[in-house]
C-alpha cells in the first residue's frame, strides 16, 4: 500500500483565495482525520470521519474551513477565503483500529497565503 | 505551562549512545499512549505504543515506560543512529473521549550528534 496520500505536497496562493487540500486514505481505512501543525500550536486536530461520516469537527477554526468526505478513498479540505494566518502544514491520517488509535499519516500539505 | 509559540525541548546526544525522551500527560482515562517520530518535511510516522495496563513494552531499540502513578511516558532509544535526529511526539488515545482523535504533546527535538 502507497500510504496515506496527500496533494498537493505545497501550495502558495494569496488571500482571499479558495484553497483545496485533497487526500487518500490507506485502503481499508474506515477513519480519516485532519490535523493542522504549526510552530505556535503544534498538531492540532480539525475534524475527522467515520465512514465517511464527520464525526468531530470541533477543532476547526471557523466556517472558513470545511470537509468532505464522498467515498471511502477521499476527502478535501477546503479554506474560503483563505487568511494568511491559515499558513500551515495540514495532514490527513487514517486509521482502522480506534482503540489502539494508531493513525497513519500522510507527507502534509504545506499552505502559504500571502 | 505552555509558553507562547512553541519552543520545542532538544536532547542532543552522541551517535550510539542510548537517548531518552519524556513526556507527561494529564488525563489519567487515557488508554493508550504512542510515540510517533517526525523527520523533517515529513508527517508523524508511528514507532510504538502501550496500553494503560502496562508498565513497560520493547521494540527494535525503542522501549517505552509508563508511569501511570505521576502520569510519565519515556521513550528509550538504544545505541542512536543518525537517521534518529526527529521531532518525536507521545499521543493520547483518550477512552471515551468526545473525539477518536490523538492528543498530542508538543514534541522534542532529538539531535544526534556524529
Known amino acids: 500500500d502507497a500510504g496515506v496520500i496527500q496533494s498537493p505536497r505545497h501550495e502558495v496562493t494569496e488571500m482571499g483565495q479558495e484553497v483545496t487540500l485533497r487526500c487518500k486514505p490507506i485502503?481499508?481505512?474506515?477513519?480519516l482525520f485532519w490535523y493542522r501543525q504549526t510552530m505556535m500550536r503544534g498538531l492540532e486536530l480539525l475534524i475527522y470521519?467515520?465512514?465517511?461520516?464527520?464525526?468531530?469537527d470541533s477543532g476547526m477554526p471557523e466556517d472558513r474551513f470545511s470537509a468532505k468526505m464522498p467515498n471511502a478513498s477521499f476527502s478535501t479540505l477546503k479554506i474560503q477565503p483563505s487568511e494568511p494566518r491559515d499558513s500551515a502544514v495540514y495532514f490527513c491520517?487514517?486509521?482502522?483500529?480506534?482503540?489502539?488509535?494508531?493513525?497513519?499519516f500522510g507527507a502534509g500539505t504545506r499552505l502559504s497565503v500571502l | 505551562g505552555e509558553s507562547v509559540g512553541l519552543h520545542l525541548p532538544t536532547l542532543s546526544v552522541q551517535e550510539g549512545d542510548n537517548s531518552i525522551i519524556n513526556c507527561a500527560y494529564s488525563?489519567?482515562?487515557?488508554?493508550?499512549f504512542i510515540w510517533y517520530k517526525q523527520e523533517s518535511g515529513k508527517g508523524p510516522q508511528f514507532i510504538i505504543d502501550?496500553?494503560?495496563?502496562?508498565d513497560k513494552r520493547q521494540g527494535q531499540r525503542v522501549t517505552v515506560l509508563l508511569n501511570k502513578t505521576v502520569k510519565h511516558l519515556s521513550l528509550q532509544i538504544a545505541a542512536t543512529q543518525p537517521g534518529d535526529s526527529a521531532v518525536y511526539f507521545c499521543?493520547?488515545?483518550?477512552?471515551?473521549?468526545?473525539?477518536?482523535?490523538?492528543?498530542f504533546g508538543k514534541g522534542t527535538h532529538l539531535i544526534i550528534q556524529p
Open positions: 491520517a487514517s486509521s482502522f483500529d480506534r482503540g489502539r488509535g494508531i493513525q497513519y
Open positions: 485502503s481499508g481505512h474506515d477513519y
Open positions: 470521519f467515520n465512514n465517511n461520516v464527520p464525526i468531530d
Open positions: 488525563n489519567s482515562a487515557s488508554d493508550y
Open positions: 502501550i496500553r494503560s495496563n502496562m
Open positions: 499521543a493520547e488515545n483518550i477512552r471515551g473521549g468526545g473525539a477518536d482523535g490523538l492528543t
